[in-house]
């Protein structure tokens, strides 16, 4: 089934930036899309952000387009999540999930990482 695993999470302050990956294994990450999903206490996990099989298109929820940018290095089977101008509510758990298919809509969670805490205090 393979192995996606999170890094790069921590606390930052509001209006600061942070970066997280995703390292893959197991199966062939350039056929698939990728995605961030996140989830703060007390609310649903929730798509942010999307990326295609080859990176040429991507997919953003409207709360982190402009601020946040998803990316991947299939030579490297990582997935990136630069996040910019953070605020207090992008505190939450982020997910790497990995998809069924390769575009990047409809994104179908089929795999998911352990999840790196992201804090931005205000």
């Known amino acids: 089934q393979g192995q996606l695993v999170e890094s790069g999470g921590g606390l930052v302050q509001a209006g600061g930036s942070l970066r997280i990956s995703c390292a893959a294994s197991?199966?062939?990450?350039?056929?698939?899309?990728m995605g961030w999903f996140r989830q703060a206490p007390g609310k649903e996990r929730e798509f942010a952000a999307g990326?295609?099989?080859?990176?040429?298109?991507?997919r953003y929820a409207d709360s982190v387009k402009g601020r946040f940018t998803i990316s991947r290095d299939n030579t490297q089977n990582t997935v990136f999540l630069q996040m910019n101008s953070l605020k207090s509510e992008d505190t939450a758990v982020y997910y790497c999930?990995?998809?069924?298919?390769?575009?990047?809509?409809?994104?179908?969670?089929?795999?998911w990482g352990q999840g790196t805490q992201v804090t931005v205090s205000s």
């Open positions: 999930a990995m998809s069924r298919y390769g575009a990047v809509q409809p994104f179908t969670p089929d795999q």
């Open positions: 197991g199966r062939t990450f350039s056929r698939y899309a």
């Open positions: 990326v295609s099989y080859s990176g040429a298109n991507t």
